[in-house]
């Protein structure tokens, strides 16, 4: 069964950067991409960014140029956040994305405040 488990998130101040890791374990055979996904109260639950096995990557409007999505490893992937703004402030989760299935983490959360 594939679990993820994040890690890194927490407190930041505006400007700051917090630095997000998500590890897979199970089996991994067709993977086909992984993802942050972040929601704050009230809202839902939407894309931040993705990268497939390949490397495509892709961001939402409001992170880019703030936010980078790595795959340290075969299954591990990083979330870079930069010039972090309080409406940042979110929990967030890691998705694995494979040919028939998608599998969660539990989130983390990154709050950004003064």
């Known amino acids: 069964q594939v679990q993820l488990v994040e890690s890194g998130g927490g407190s930041a101040q505006p400007g700051g950067s917090l630095r997000l890791s998500c590890s897979v374990s199970?089996?991994?055979?067709?993977?086909?991409?992984m993802g942050w996904y972040r929601q704050a109260p009230g809202k839902k639950r939407g894309l931040v960014a993705s990268?497939?096995?390949?490397?495509?990557t892709n961001y939402a409007d409001s992170v880019k140029g703030r936010y980078t999505i790595a795959r340290e490893k075969t299954r591990q992937v990083s979330l870079q956040l930069n010039n972090l703004k309080p409406e940042d402030s979110a929990v967030y989760y890691c998705?694995?994305?494979?040919?028939?299935?998608?599998?969660w983490g539990q989130g983390t959360q990154v709050t950004v405040s003064s």
């Open positions: 998705k694995a994305k494979f040919n028939a299935r998608e599998s």
């Open positions: 199970g089996s991994i055979f067709s993977l086909r991409a």
């Open positions: 990268i497939t096995i390949g490397g495509m």
